[in-house]
Each structure stands twice: as structure tokens, then as C-alpha cells.
């Protein structure tokens, strides 16, 4: 199935809080399973929703996962 981040590890690799990473999955901007204890976020859907999130021109801050995990 591949790795999965939870609210925790995805707050730390995208320097947000676990506050904005709640509030993402409840408006459904960002790719996410819901499990009965949590919300977990598959690795490769995020690697592939920043790079969605990549702007002409310029890019948002570079995030590398594999640092943090």
C-alpha cells in the first residue's frame, strides 16, 4: 500500500499546523483515508498533490518526505 503520514508527520514535512491539516481534509483540498482512529495521507498522493500544487514560474516552499520520515 506504501507509506502512510499521519496528521503529525504531514504537519512537521509541510511546516503548517495539524490545525491547517485538519481543516484541508474537512474541505477536501488535500488527498487523505479516514480510518476510525484518524486521518493517514498516502505518500505518493501527497508527493503528487504538491507537485499539482506547482505554480507557472515559481514553485511553493520544496518539501523532500524522505528527510522527515
Not at 499521519?6 to 483515508?33: C, M
Not at 505518493?44 to 520520515?69: A, C, P, S, Y
Given at each position: ?38 486521518v493517514?495521507?498516502?505518500k ?26
Open positions: 500500500m506504501g507509506i502512510l503520514l499521519t496528521v503529525e508527520d504531514l504537519g512537521e514535512v509541510l511546516k503548517v499546523s495539524q490545525r491547517t491539516i485538519y481543516d484541508w481534509t474537512h474541505a477536501n483540498f488535500i488527498p487523505y483515508y479516514k480510518f476510525p482512529k484518524g493517514r495521507f498516502k505518493t498522493e501527497i508527493e503528487r498533490w504538491l507537485k499539482q500544487k506547482h505554480q507557472n514560474g515559481r514553485m511553493f516552499h520544496k518539501v523532500n518526505i524522505d528527510e522527515k520520515l
